[in-house]
């Protein structure tokens, strides 16, 4: 029994490596058909700043700011490339987009059932049914001490389930106030579920309040900046208009010596008066002149800085606009990827619950016939596929190792409270 067991971690210790080894393999097929869940690295080379690694989402798409969300279920790395320069060509950002797509991380497999590890691994290209098995402990086998830890392995799948029922609750609340602060809103609209369950859990009250706080300090923030710089483009309007009165009234004083200096010059013709006195009045006309280039120099001054702080205004709106966009994406992909965790782990538990029944019922801990399917989603169609030890796994597959016979119901204690919302229960 040792021995056997030996060979068998050994076995799946070599595959583990083999898996690890084999990754660019899966990074470099350009044949490659993206489906949900698969992580992506595009570069954008004219927007290096959209650069990076983007999450397909549960619906197929993925998101990129500027030109929106982009279908990609179903295409190749090249197909999606080609996509990309399209959007941005249509959106009128680029006519000649350079852009590369590398598949940086597949979807992983899922081995349930009968096997020691049940759970997901990495996918490799060509693994095989066998060799998924034996990354997940090989089969699973009766009078051994690992049987024990189902117990265990229940209560930590329970346990991680709650985290990540608590965790999606935060993300709801989260992006509430997240909406709300994109409006520029005083107060957060939470969904009804969140607010009913608040009343009764001092954990999600304790998340309403916090988001509460947050919208409160940001939004008042962003207005105090704002109001700032509108009080000062006030004082330069002010400015403006003081100066406007001076040039009025030094218009009124250059007519003025200007009606003067015209009947100076008739006196002088005349011998009546003196050239002195001439000569004051030109130079206070002159003065008078430079007095009102003066005075355009200040509102061209004033215009100017008025058009200055009007786009500083514009940008802080733009900037923090892009921030909550930013931050509203990663909330929606994290909620996505609570929702996957959730539904694996329940899976896994219900797996587990049908299990130990099944293995204590039999009391000659020999199993006559095992029982290996494959569930593949076709044409967005989950299809179930009789499958041997030598059926090569695709990614996203759910391989179930089964005995013939299973107990027609299970039990177990209530995993969360029955008016909590958790991934399944309220929609993204």
């Given at each position: 029994m040792?021995?056997s067991?030996?060979?068998?971690?050994l076995l799946?210790?070599?595959?583990i490596?083999v898996?690890?080894?084999?990754g660019?393999?899966?990074?470099?097929?350009?044949?490659?058909?993206?489906?949900?869940?698969?992580?992506?690295?595009?570069?954008?080379f004219?927007y290096?700043?959209?650069?990076?690694?983007y999450?397909?989402s549960?619906?197929?798409?993925?998101?990129?700011a500027?030109?929106?969300?982009?279908?990609?279920d179903?295409?190749?790395?090249?197909d999606?490339a080609d996509?990309?320069?399209?959007r941005?060509?249509?959106?009128?950002?680029?006519?000649?987009?350079?852009?590369s797509?590398?598949?940086?991380q597949?979807?992983?497999?899922?081995?349930?059932?009968?096997?020691?590890?049940?759970?997901?691994?990495?996918f490799?290209?060509g693994?095989t049914?066998l060799?998924?098995?034996?990354?997940?402990g090989g089969?699973?086998?009766?009078?051994d001490?690992g049987?024990?830890?189902?117990?265990?392995?229940?209560?930590?799948?329970k346990?991680?389930m709650r985290?990540l029922?608590?965790?999606?609750q935060?993300?709801?609340?989260?992006?509430?106030r997240?909406?709300?602060?994109?409006?520029?809103?005083?107060?957060?609209?939470?969904?009804?579920?969140?607010?009913r369950?608040?009343?009764t859990d001092?954990?999600?009250?304790q998340l309403?309040?916090?988001?509460?706080?947050?919208?409160?300090?940001?939004v008042?923030?962003?207005?105090?900046?704002?109001?700032?710089?509108e009080?000062t483009?006030?004082?330069?309007?002010?400015e403006?208009?003081?100066?406007t009165r001076?040039?009025?009234a030094?218009?009124?004083?250059?007519?003025?010596?200007g009606q003067?200096?015209?009947?100076?010059n008739?006196?002088?013709?005349?011998?009546?008066?003196?050239?002195?006195?001439?000569?004051?009045?030109?130079?206070?006309?002159?003065?008078?002149e430079?007095?009102?280039?003066?005075?355009?120099t200040?509102?061209?001054r004033?215009?100017?800085?008025?058009?200055?702080?009007?786009?500083?205004?514009?940008?802080?709106?733009?900037?923090?606009?892009?921030?909550?966009?930013?931050?509203?994406q990663?909330?929606?992909?994290d909620?996505?990827?609570?929702?996957?965790?959730?539904d694996?782990?329940?899976s896994?538990?219900?797996e587990a619950?049908?299990?130990?029944?099944?293995?204590?019922?039999?009391?000659?801990?020999?199993?006559?016939?095992?029982?290996?399917?494959v569930v593949?989603?076709?044409?967005?169609?989950?299809?179930?596929?009789?499958?041997?030890e030598?059926?090569?796994l695709?990614?996203g597959?759910v391989l179930?190792?089964?005995?013939?016979i299973?107990?027609?119901s299970?039990?177990?204690p209530?995993l969360v409270?029955?008016?909590?919302?958790t991934?399944t229960?309220l929609?993204?």
């Open positions: 040792k021995r067991r030996a060979w068998i971690n799946g210790s070599v595959s490596i898996c690890m080894v084999a660019d393999t899966v990074r470099a097929a350009s044949n490659y058909i993206v489906r949900p869940d698969d992580k992506l690295r595009i570069k954008i004219q290096p700043e959209l650069s990076g690694e999450t397909v549960s619906n197929g798409t993925i998101s990129i500027t030109v929106g969300d982009i279908p990609v179903g295409a190749t790395p090249k999606i996509r990309i320069s399209e941005f060509a249509r959106a009128g950002l680029s006519d000649k987009l350079g852009t797509v590398e598949i940086l597949s979807r992983p497999v899922y081995v349930l059932g009968d096997v020691q590890k049940p759970g997901e691994y990495p490799r290209p693994v049914v060799q998924a098995i034996s990354l997940a089969w699973l086998r009766f009078n001490p049987l024990m830890r189902l117990d265990r392995d229940t209560i930590t799948i346990g991680e985290n029922v608590r965790r999606y935060q993300l709801i609340a989260h992006r509430a997240l909406n709300s602060e994109l409006l520029m809103k005083d107060d957060v609209q939470f969904p009804p579920e969140l607010m369950q608040a009343q001092r954990g999600v009250m309403i309040d916090e988001e509460r706080s947050l919208l409160s300090l940001r008042d923030g962003m207005k105090n900046q704002i109001e700032s710089l009080r483009r006030d004082l330069y309007e002010r403006i208009e003081a100066v001076q040039i009025k030094n218009k009124t004083q250059f007519d003025s010596v003067e200096l015209r009947e100076v008739a006196l002088l013709s005349r011998g009546l008066t003196t050239t002195s006195r001439q000569m004051g009045l030109v130079r206070m006309q002159a003065q008078l430079m007095n009102e280039q003066g005075f355009q200040l509102i061209l004033s215009r100017q800085n008025i058009t200055q702080i009007d786009q500083r205004i514009f940008d802080l709106k733009s900037e923090r606009s892009s921030a909550v966009m930013a931050e509203l990663k909330t929606r992909l909620l996505d990827d609570i929702s996957v965790k959730f694996t782990n329940q896994l538990l219900v619950q049908l299990t130990v029944p099944a293995l204590v019922g039999n009391s000659d801990g020999v199993i006559e016939a095992r029982s290996l399917t593949r989603i076709q044409d967005g169609k989950s299809v179930t596929i009789d499958a041997d030598h059926t090569e695709q990614p597959d179930r190792v089964q005995r013939s299973f107990p027609s299970i039990g177990g209530q409270p029955r008016n909590a919302i991934p229960g929609k993204n």
